[in-house]
Structure formats: C-alpha cells, structure tokens
C-alpha cells in the first residue's frame, strides 16, 4: 500500500542542525525512525524531550518504533515509553497527521495495514510531497537488509549482541561522566569507521536509491541502519532519520521544502550527545 500526501511549495536544500530549543518550533513535517520504545536502551526521555519542542502538520513513523522483539524477550515498558506513545496521540488529538511505516522490530503491526490506531495511520510505505514539489518514497528500510530478510536467525544474533554493546557502552560513558568527558558511542564508531560496516552502509543506501527511481521518486526517506544521513550520491536524494538509541535525531522539513538533520540535545544538562556526529547534507 502507498499513500500519496499531495503538498507543495519552494525550495530543495538539505541542512544539519545540532540545537537545543527554548520553545516549540513548527516544521511542516517530521520523520521519526528507529525508537525501540520497549527495550532498554531506547532514549525516550531524549525523544519526549525532543517532541515536546518541536511541532509539525505532518509526522512520518518510519518503523521500528516499538521494539517486539525486545519485548519477547523480556518485558520492558517504564512510565516514558508510555508517555511518548500518550504524547503522539495528543499531537493526532491536536490536528497532526501521524503515518505509521513498521520496520522489522514492530512487524507485528504489518497485519494492520490500511488501519488507524488512536488516529494513527499504519502504512506498508508511504509517497510523500515536499513542499517543494520533490517526490520522497517514506518506508522503514529492512526489505534491502539482507540479514533480515534471508538469516532472520543472524539478525536476532545481532540484535542481542547490539544490546551487549550498549550496556557497555553506558558503564563506559558513565565513567567518562565521572571524568567531566562527554559522550562516545562504540557502535557508531565502528559504523563509520571499520570497513565492512562503511560498505555495507554504502550497499544499503545504494539498494534504497534503486528501489525510490522503480516508484518514480526523486528520493528516499528511510532508517533501519541508524545512521542519520541526507545527500544524492546516487543520483537521488538519499535521507536516513537515524535513530533514538544512540544518536537522537530526526528529519525534519521546512516550510518550503528544505530537509535537515536535528541531532537533539535536550534542556537538560545531563544528555548526551554523541561527540563523533558527522552527518553530510545535501
């Protein structure tokens, strides 16, 4: 299923945006992905935070916001998982339009599509208009991850192995805290900096690319690999919204179109924000 939001207006610029708001700001739209509400690394408080500052007409789910698989494991739902998922259906409540895409952590919801949860849209994929005219294919991103789709089995491997990683990577950073040093993420730097994850990054983006120019789209709006990124190295506009594990970020767009990456640092002192964020824009 492809749902088709007719907007338009000028404009085409890509931008990173690393901020910490005094008050609300109104975009047109804003695309979410990857908050894993349900396990234990998931920032709720961050995202909480985050939506709380920023307000949009539109605001795109782009999967993997809930994370079933976590939750098979072993149950994990704090008062903030419930108060960000309370704070999305005040903004449905308030006027804004919520289109849900499942990734492969929240698949469970992949038997409701065409269906409305709370004013919710739930979504296989989604075509999305910008306000400056430009065409972007909205869809979680896993259907091109092969681990996902051919060893399942490796991908639940993976997924725990990733859980590890972040429980040690909060013990180390709590100690880089008690030194007055700031954040470092393990995970993301070996995302960007060993070689068979930088390919892989570069394979994904490329597979994402071919499938938005088979829709006729001059551009992809995805997550999945939480990675936030916008450019067209590909011969179209490539946009990952990153994720709300590690690095906090959305997209967001203007009102004439123009696309940029919000790496949230919140009001309150004590968050974190990745130090090694290099995020390209287009």
């Known amino acids: 299923m492809v749902q088709e939001l007719q907007n338009r207006g000028p404009g085409r610029n890509g931008d990173t945006l690393l901020m910490n708001a005094t008050r609300p700001r109104r975009f047109r739209t804003l695309f979410i992905s990857d908050v894993h509400l349900g396990a234990r690394g998931c920032q ?16 795109y789910l782009v999967g993997d916001i809930v994370d079933g698989w976590a939750l098979k ?4 739902w704090p008062q903030l998982h419930n108060d960000v ?26 038997g409701y599509y065409g269906t409305h949860f709370g004013g919710i849209e739930v979504v296989e994929q989604a075509i999305h208009i910008a306000a400056d005219g430009r065409k972007y294919l909205v869809v979680h991103g896993d259907h091109f991850d092969l681990v996902v789709t051919q060893a399942r089995w ?29 954040y470092w993420s393990l995970s993301q730097w070996a995302k960007l900096k060993v070689k068979n994850a930088v390919s892989y990054i ?43 594990v590690e690095s906090c970020t959305a997209i967001a767009e203007h009102q004439d ?20 964020s290099e995020v390209r824009a287009a």
Do not use: M
Not at 44 to 59: M, P
Not at 213 to 240: L, Q, S, T
């Open 44 to 59: 709720a408080g961050k995202l909480l935070d985050f939506l709380r500052n920023h307000e949009a007409d539109t605001i």
């Open 73 to 76: 494991s072993s149950w994990h």
């Open 85 to 110: 998922v309370q704070k999305l259906l005040r903004q449905v409540r308030k006027g804004t339009r919520i289109i849900y895409t499942p990734g492969n952590h929240d698949e469970f919801l992949r």
């Open 154 to 182: 490796l991908a639940l491997l993976g997924d725990k192995a990733y859980d590890l990683a972040l429980t040690a990577n909060r013990l180390f950073n709590a100690v880089r805290r008690w030194l007055g040093l700031g």
């Open 202 to 244: 570069g394979e994904y983006e490329r597979a994402l690319a071919a499938d938005a120019k088979k829709h006729d789209a001059e551009g992809i709006i995805c997550g999945h690999i939480h990675h936030a990124a916008i450019h067209d190295d590909f011969g179209i506009r490539y946009v990952n919204c990153g994720d709300w």
């Open 257 to 276: 179109g123009r696309l940029e990456i919000i790496h949230w640092v919140a009001e309150n002192p004590e968050v974190e924000i990745p130090e090694f």
